[in-house]
């Protein structure tokens, strides 16, 4: 088996700049109905995914699934709007990295502040800055894999020759998992310490409304 290192970091590289993103310009300002929500995400998320031809990039079912675990609000009328096109997008992302439980916990705050709030900073005005952020990081992640490759490209010198060109693959791969894994724990420590406070917040504003329930109760009693 013979593997191209070169041409494979290139494709890579050339993929950072293919990855698809939707501008909140380009979604619909009308609402819209289950199908045409899925076709709009089909049409503008395909290439995005491993298998294009085949992978799913999102399904009715999906979309139930996601309102059942209150990661999306429900529908008004059987219609979406923009800000439910837009959290389906944060959605599509953070499903492949992150389980169902951390992405309602990331994405509650967003839905209470800022989901169909009908003010001037709305949604689509966090979904811009993060993702004018994630934009601006394509060129530093460019030179980090560049880095790893050169790392792996120099593993495995001492191997039998035979099987080196196999293990500086496998070396590459090792380091971008690794990277990977940091990564996602990094971030679900994160969450989880979030999660945490937001709870402990929680449960001290339902003992101080219990507190202040309790006075008036009493008061009225008088």
């Given at each position: 088996?013979?593997?191209n290192?070169?041409?494979?970091?290139?494709?890579?590289?050339?993929?950072?700049?293919?990855?698809?993103?939707?501008?909140?310009?380009?979604?619909?300002d009308?609402?819209?109905?289950?199908d045409?929500?899925?076709?709009?995400?089909?049409?503008?998320?395909?290439?995005?995914?491993r298998?294009?031809?085949?992978?799913?990039?999102?399904?009715?079912?999906m979309?139930?699934?996601?309102?059942?675990?209150?990661?999306?609000?429900?529908?008004?009328?059987?219609?979406?709007?923009?800000?439910?096109?837009?959290?389906?997008?944060?959605?599509?992302?953070?499903?492949?990295?992150?389980?169902?439980?951390?992405?309602?916990?990331?994405?509650?705050?967003?839905?209470?502040?800022?989901?169909?709030?009908?003010?001037?900073?709305?949604?689509?005005?966090?979904?811009?800055?993060?993702?004018?952020?994630?934009?601006?990081?394509?060129?530093?992640?460019?030179a980090?894999?560049?880095?790893?490759?050169?790392?792996?490209?120099?593993s495995?010198?001492?191997?039998?020759?035979?099987?080196?060109?196999?293990?500086?693959?496998?070396?590459?791969?090792?380091?971008?998992?690794?990277?990977?894994?940091?990564?996602?724990?990094?971030?679900?420590?994160?969450?989880?310490?979030?999660?945490?406070?937001?709870?402990?917040?929680?449960?001290k504003?339902?003992?101080?409304?219990?507190?202040?329930?309790?006075?008036?109760?009493?008061?009225?009693?008088?």
């Open positions: 088996m013979t593997i290192m070169e041409d494979l970091l290139n494709s890579i590289l050339n993929s950072l700049d293919r990855i698809e993103y939707i501008k909140a310009e380009d979604i619909p009308i609402d819209l109905y289950m045409q929500v899925t076709t709009f995400m089909e049409s503008h998320l395909r290439n995005s995914a298998n294009p031809q085949s992978d799913k990039i999102l399904t009715k079912t979309i139930n699934n996601y309102a059942k675990n209150n990661l999306l609000p429900l529908p008004i009328k059987k219609k979406y709007s923009k800000d439910h096109v837009l959290l389906l997008i944060f959605i599509y992302y953070y499903k492949g990295i992150l389980s169902i439980s951390d992405i309602q916990d990331l994405l509650k705050p967003i839905k209470e502040r800022f989901f169909a709030n009908g003010k001037e900073f709305d949604l689509s005005s966090v979904y811009e800055e993060v993702w004018g952020l994630e934009q601006d990081q394509t060129a530093v992640m460019k980090d894999l560049e880095e790893k490759f050169r790392i792996a490209q120099k495995f010198e001492n191997a039998p020759e035979d099987s080196q060109e196999f293990l500086k693959f496998f070396s590459f791969i090792c380091m971008l998992s690794f990277d990977v894994y940091v990564k996602t724990l990094l971030i679900e420590k994160m969450i989880d310490g979030f999660a945490t406070k937001r709870a402990e917040k929680e449960r504003k339902s003992k101080v409304q219990d507190k202040k329930e309790e006075t008036d109760f009493a008061g009225r009693e008088d």
